[in-house]
């Protein structure tokens, strides 16, 4: 019988010929999920970015090193992380030289909602975070508002401990030093409610 990393293995290797929806087209490649199989804890961003497209990895860009910044400063690891998109290619726009993000729709949510579950029932994480609208909206429902339900444990179908929070790449986009200082203190404050989670569930 195969274990969940050996399933997780086939499974991903069937996604980067997925084409499910039409975003394929313009896309570098698939961008599958990584990290441990199973999973102290998993983070659902909305979509590959640019270097995420070219790389073939999810958070390895700004948005990324943002994430990475704020992982170490709530006292999580990343290399204990199952980290994934709810979209799993990159859509964009051109303008200029830049390839510019654009927002998937929910019919290319839904298209990706297969791969999802099939992360989400092989890592098997005791805590989701669900960073920024998309991914939120994806998983609790369109009515949903991370802004009034931001930092806060919810129990769910979908895993024993739900946390919705902003997207990195929000903290990027701050005004000022100060507002963007303020932004990512909010941010670790929120993964330390995760990194709560995952050091309980390490005692129990």
Sequence with gaps: MATPAETWLKVAEE????????????????????GPVPAEAMLIGEQPGDQEDRAGAPFVGPAGHVLDEAIEAAGLHRERLYVTNVVKHFKWTPRGKRRIHQKPTREEIGACGPWLESEVSLVRPRVVTLLGATAAQAIMGPKFRVTAERGKLLETPFAPAVLATVHPSS??????P?????AMAGFIADLRVVAAVVDKSRLG
């Design 15 to 34: 996604a980067h010929s997925c084409r499910n929806c039409d975003l394929y087209k313009n896309a570098t490649q698939t961008v599958f999920g990584e």
């Design 178 to 182: 100060e507002d963007r200082h303020h």
């Design 171 to 176: 903290i990027l986009r701050a005004a000022t």
